[in-house]
């Protein structure tokens, strides 16, 4: 799914009466559609155009994964002074605020995917045609994916059934608990796992494996170990997927939508955007934001220099790993073996995120190339239902044979052989996993909330304090439009 249908259903921060312009700038204005809603969905076409809008907001998920990684050990916000991007900057330090335009961005671009999807369930029931139950699944499935990522970042968020949120709302409906969203999310994949096809229909749609993988997540999350191990192992014995040979080459180009990749959020440098609304690029805006700075010489082109990868994740490789020079671009010795030049920023370490660097483009690209590049981001890997089902068997004391056997399927491609593999059991195994994880998805976006959810952030991100930084802070702005309906999270 290269290409969008833009239509102007939900655009919206959630409950304020701010329209966020999809051109360049923020307008006060109440809330209103461009469509007469209630007289819309009465064919099949008018479906599929609100289900392209839906997925359309995956594409914000770039600032997801970007400070996914910079909130954790793995990297550093870096860009070109301690100023640059304050928002970044301080969720590097742990010394965010509920006044954070990122973290807001992160809230409003999410709701917006939520609004969409409860624009289609809303009227799910107006018009029969053949394939709706497809069109329902998907709209589900993307429910759950961004309600996932907003009970990873803020906890417990108002829900609102299959209806969209109007003006009002905010003072009545209340913030659902975290087991409550996850529930939503569980209902939503277990309905789009039997609905959905295994093979998707067009290239970057949800299928059933999908569901799945996101499914067997959520319960890990959860702790809810055997309904995890179950989910994730329907997606092993479907033989519908399997590792590359060659770590490296799924980030390129040519890799994607390949073997491994179970869904992956697609991107386009063909239509550009700019700073004044950074949610309307097509193009993965991280990779330029990630990109060497004032960089000049082959394969790559410049970027900002932010999500810096630190010295001690660069030793956290293993001798013989083939993933370290796959994930990180030690960028002095690159420019000495091919005549590069480049400038530092701030907090330089001489490394960057070799998977998500920004790449010498097409003659066809548009817009500001830092803002558009054509980067598609994996967002579930086979790699990634492998390893967590072996956490899921492990920690839930299911079976550490089995578990061995997914880990070491992910070793075995890592270095290339059949001798680096793991034959720990219990809390040893435990270790070996996540650690395992660490390595295999570095500059992904997962590693904050790993640690996180096993428990060991505070002894691995500096400024952590338990209690507190599990979890975002609900953004200002919504709590004062809520008149005092919804209480900040802990700490904040």
Not at 93 to 106: A, E, Y
Not at 174 to 195: G, H, P
Not at 202 to 212: K, N, P, S, V
Request: proline share 2%; net charge negative.
């Amino acid at each position: 799914m290269k290409k969008y249908i833009f239509i102007t259903v939900t655009c919206i921060t959630l409950f304020s009466t701010v329209f966020i312009s999809c051109n360049d700038e923020f307008v006060e204005r109440d809330i209103k559609y461009s469509i007469d809603s209630e007289n819309f969905f009465n064919s099949k076409s008018d479906y599929d155009k609100a289900l392209i809008a839906t997925y359309d907001l995956l594409q914000s998920t770039y600032i997801n994964v970007l400070m996914g990684e910079i909130a954790s050990d793995n990297t550093l916000a870096g860009g070109e002074s301690p100023t640059d991007v304050i928002g970044f900057q301080q969720i590097d330090d742990m010394t965010h605020t509920p006044v954070n335009d990122n973290l807001k961005n992160l809230w409003d671009w999410m709701f917006a995917g939520v609004q969409r999807a409860n624009y289609i369930l809303e009227f799910k029931d107006k018009t029969d045609f053949e394939g709706k139950a497809q069109i329902i699944a998907e709209a589900r499935f993307l429910r759950a994916y961004y309600h996932f990522e907003l009970v990873k970042w803020f906890g417990g968020i108002p829900m609102n059934g299959d209806k969209r949120f109007t003006t009002g709302d905010e003072t009545s409906v209340k913030r659902s608990s975290v087991q409550e969203v996850f529930a939503s999310i569980e209902a939503d994949l277990i309905y789009a796992s039997q609905n959905l096809a295994p093979t998707a229909s067009e290239t970057g749609r949800a299928t059933q494996g999908a569901a799945l993988a996101l499914l067997g997540k959520a319960y890990l999350f959860q702790n809810k170990y055997s309904q995890a191990a179950a989910a994730l192992e329907q997606v092993i014995v479907s033989s519908k997927y399997s590792l590359v040979s060659d770590y490296a080459s799924q980030f390129e180009m040519e890799g994607e939508n390949g073997k491994e990749s179970i869904f992956e959020v697609q991107y386009t440098d063909v239509e550009g955007a700019g700073f004044g609304c950074l949610q309307c690029s097509e193009g993965n805006v991280a990779v330029g934001f990630s990109g060497v700075r004032n960089y000049t010489g082959p394969k790559y082109t410049s970027g900002f220099s932010f999500n810096i990868p630190t010295k001690e994740t660069y030793n956290a490789f293993e001798v013989g790993d083939s993933r370290l020079n796959a994930s990180l671009l030690d960028i002095a010795a690159w420019a000495a073996a091919n005549n590069a030049t480049f400038g530092k920023g701030n907090e330089d370490t001489g490394y960057f995120n070799q998977k998500y660097l920004p790449r010498v483009r097409t003659t066809n690209a548009a817009g500001d190339l830092n803002l558009t590049n054509p980067n598609n981001y994996r967002a579930i890997r086979y790699a990634d239902v492998l390893l967590m089902a072996a956490e899921a068997l492990n920690r839930g004391a299911i079976n550490d044979t089995k578990a061995q056997g997914y880990l070491n399927q992910v070793r075995d491609r890592a270095f290339g052989d059949a001798n680096h593999r793991i034959t720990s059991v219990g809390a040893a195994l435990t270790d070996a996993i996540l650690k395992e994880r660490r390595l295999e998805f570095v500059g992904e976006g997962f590693r904050f909330f790993d640690l996180v959810r096993t428990g060991k952030a505070a002894n691995a991100i500096t400024g952590f304090v338990v209690g507190k930084h599990e979890l975002f802070p609900i953004p200002l702005q919504e709590i004062q439009f809520s008149n005092g309906n919804w209480n900040q999270n802990p700490g904040y």
